[in-house]
């Protein structure tokens, strides 16, 4: 009886050890850089790093440009007040008093030429 139990508790220390080896093997290739769960998080790891270097970046530009466009956004409502007085302005001004034969005078533009030749003319 002795003997049986001698060799059952043997049995199962050897197969301890060899559990404990496979528990060992796979351990080791899931801790491995090169192609293992820890090269895995290793490149997870790095590319986490960049995403957050990218999202800084990111952040910068777009409060970079929300100033932009805040500043640009004021000027722009600054024209338009300016542009609303001066139309209110020509409604205080006289109509046009029409030229001769009762036809306004226009002023028509050509392109300068070489030669020199007069910029402006009046037309009727």
Known sequence: MQFIADVLLGAGALGAA??????????????????????AIAVLSAQVDDMTKALEQARATASASANSLESLTARAEAAAERLELLMASLHDLPDP????????????RRRARHEGSAPLEAAE
């Open 18 to 39: 060899v559990y404990c080896f496979v528990l060992a093997r796979r351990l080791k290739q899931f801790n491995q850089l090169e192609n293992g769960m820890g090269g």
């Open 97 to 108: 008093e029409p030229g001769e034969n009762g036809r306004r005078m226009r002023v028509l």
